[in-house]
């Protein structure tokens, strides 16, 4: 939508279109955090769907035919599926019928888990990090994008966020996972301007073409990747969003 948006209407257009995008966004998501209670949100926010599980049987018949499909050796103790009850293709695993059960119980588990409680110093610490888009945004409209301002800004909302959730006790795997990833994602910072156009890109420019001239076979990938980051750098949502 973005990259439309610039073609059809220009800059205007395009920033436009980017403040209604992270307005809907920040929105949906206090709503989601304050009346519905929803927690920590996590990215994606729906657990990803296991098509195979929707093909097994019911449990009753699903403990009763696992005992048949496996066959367990007599010297070497290993579980081994009998061809007569091995799957199709399609459906086919390859581990041992206790371990994709005991799998299959875990991911029931993690979609029927409940979001872990907030207190107040958890909301805030959410409430930041679904605002620092649009706070970026607002600082960018008072500065311009070549202000250090909006990336200082942004980057002490995102690790104030973190600070104060980092205490936190009691959350789930899923909830745990996705703190990791909102600290990891701390490394754009060193892809975004101004600090990439000051800093990051002559260091990042210079390794990739010392890889693409003294080691066989990475140009093919480090040279467009080269030609492609001014063009990354110029889309928002590529390094923002």
Same mark, same amino acid.
């Given at each position: 939508?973005?990259?439309?948006?610039?073609?059809?209407?220009?800059?205007?257009?395009?920033?436009?279109?980017?403040?209604?995008?992270?307005?809907?966004?920040?929105?949906?998501?206090?709503?989601?955090?304050?009346? !519905?209670?929803?927690?920590?949100?996590?990215?994606?926010?729906?657990?990803?769907?296991?098509?195979? $599980?929707?093909?097994?049987?019911?449990?009753?018949?699903?403990?009763?035919?696992?005992?048949?499909?496996?066959?367990?050796?007599?010297?070497?103790?290993?579980?081994?599926?009998?061809?007569?009850? $091995?799957?199709?293709?399609?459906?086919?695993?390859?581990?041992?019928?206790?371990?994709?059960?005991?799998?299959?119980?875990?991911?029931q588990e993690e979609l029927n888990v409940t979001p872990t409680?907030?207190?107040?110093?958890?909301?805030?610490?959410?409430?930041?990090?679904?605002?620092?888009?649009?706070?970026?945004l607002l600082s960018l409209g008072l500065w311009g994008q070549?202000?250090?301002?909006?990336?200082?800004?942004?980057?002490?909302?995102?690790? $104030?966020?973190?600070?104060?959730?980092?205490?936190?006790?009691?959350?789930?795997?899923?909830?745990?996972?996705?703190?990791?990833?909102?600290?990891?994602?701390?490394?754009?910072?060193?892809?975004?301007?101004?600090?990439?156009?000051?800093?990051?890109?002559?260091?990042?420019?210079?390794?990739?073409?010392?890889?693409?001239?003294?080691?066989?076979?990475?140009?093919?990938? $480090?040279?467009?990747?080269?030609?492609?980051?001014?063009?990354?750098?110029?889309?928002? !949502?590529?390094?923002?969003?």
């Amino acid at each position: 939508m973005e990259m439309g948006a610039t073609k059809v209407w220009g800059e205007v257009g395009r920033w436009l279109v980017i403040a209604l995008i992270q307005l809907a966004k920040a929105v949906l998501r206090m709503f989601l955090l304050i009346w !519905f209670k929803a927690g920590l949100q996590t990215s994606p926010p729906i657990v990803p769907l296991n098509r195979e $599980t929707q093909v097994q049987p019911p449990d009753g018949e699903h403990s009763h035919s696992s005992q048949e499909q496996s066959y367990v050796g007599k010297r070497s103790n290993r579980v081994v599926r009998t061809l007569q009850n $091995t799957p199709s293709l399609h459906s086919r695993h390859w581990g041992a019928p206790q371990k994709q059960e005991r799998w299959e119980q875990q991911h029931q588990e993690e979609l029927n888990v409940t979001p872990t409680p907030l207190g107040l110093q958890e909301t805030i610490a959410e409430s930041l990090y679904i605002a620092r888009p649009l706070l970026h945004l607002l600082s960018l409209g008072l500065w311009g994008q070549r202000s250090w301002k909006p990336w200082l800004l942004s980057g002490v909302v995102d690790v $104030t966020s973190l600070s104060l959730l980092s205490d936190r006790k009691g959350l789930t795997r899923r909830e745990r996972l996705e703190l990791r990833r909102r600290t990891i994602l701390l490394l754009y910072y060193l892809l975004r301007s101004p600090f990439y156009d000051r800093f990051s890109e002559a260091r990042i420019l210079f390794l990739l073409q010392l890889l693409a001239d003294h080691v066989p076979g990475t140009g093919l990938v $480090t040279r467009p990747l080269m030609d492609y980051l001014p063009a990354w750098q110029k889309i928002y !949502f590529y390094n923002w969003g």
